[in-house]
């Protein structure tokens, strides 16, 4: 794995928080590298938009509520397209079942992880809902911009994460979602998914991230 890739998932994972403070002395010590890989994977991240430069270091970017607002906006302008891209490779005989059972079982153990108040659990099965179906509109372009969108958000939302007032909301509308892919709907599609980040950020103060 890359210094890159470690200090990603160090911060998304939240070993560093929003708000924590990073040295490169201290990233070198812990994952046993020079400073040189870890100064460029701190550039990286700072473009990212997940650190950002401090006297000594760097720290973990925490998004304010205008921030925060506008990543879910983008997220849901993103999330339309590519649910609506799924759904008519769908209509057009360009994805396979395996395909739909895939993004069916993702959704299916993101609501049994909620359910079952596993919430780290349910945001990763959750997030990998989202992301297949990114993978099957196939349009790598807009899959790169929301997994960097999915950190900040992420990032700045875990200290906030509680059991979520809405799991049945959310898995019903993951699976109106499903439907209108798996149907080759492509203006349905994009509706239910716009829908669906517009609800989450509505409920954001005092609620946990199951998007």
Not at 43 to 49: A, H, N
Not at 64 to 77: H, I, N, Q, T
Not at 127 to 147: C, G, K, M, S
Request: proline fraction near 4%; glycine fraction near 6%; aromatic fraction near 2%.
């Amino acid at each position: 794995m890359e210094v890159y890739d470690e200090v990603r998932s160090l911060i998304v994972l939240g070993t560093y928080p929003a708000g924590r403070p990073v040295t490169e002395l201290e990233l070198c010590e812990r994952l046993g590298v020079s400073r040189t890989p870890v100064r460029e994977a701190l550039r990286r991240l700072e473009s990212d938009g997940l650190v950002r430069a401090a006297r000594r270091g760097v720290t973990v970017v925490e998004l304010d509520a205008k921030a925060l607002r506008d990543a879910y906006l983008v997220r849901a302008a993103l999330e339309a397209l590519t649910a609506e891209l799924a759904a008519r490779r769908q209509r057009d005989g360009e994805l396979s079942p395996a395909n739909l059972a895939r993004l069916a079982e993702h959704a299916e153990l993101a609501d049994q992880a909620t359910r079952h108040g596993d919430l780290a659990a349910g945001v990763r099965h959750n997030r990998a809902f989202h992301q297949y179906i990114a993978t099957l509109a196939d349009n790598p372009a807009a899959r790169e911009v929301l997994d960097r969108i999915w950190d900040q958000i992420v990032v700045t939302t875990r200290v906030s994460l509680t059991a979520p007032a809405r799991p049945v909301l959310v898995d019903d509308e993951h699976r109106r979602l499903l439907e209108a892919i798996t149907g080759g709907d492509p203006q349905a599609a994009a509706t239910h998914a716009r829908e669906h980040v517009l609800a989450t950020m509505s409920v954001l103060a005092g609620q946990g991230e199951e998007a």
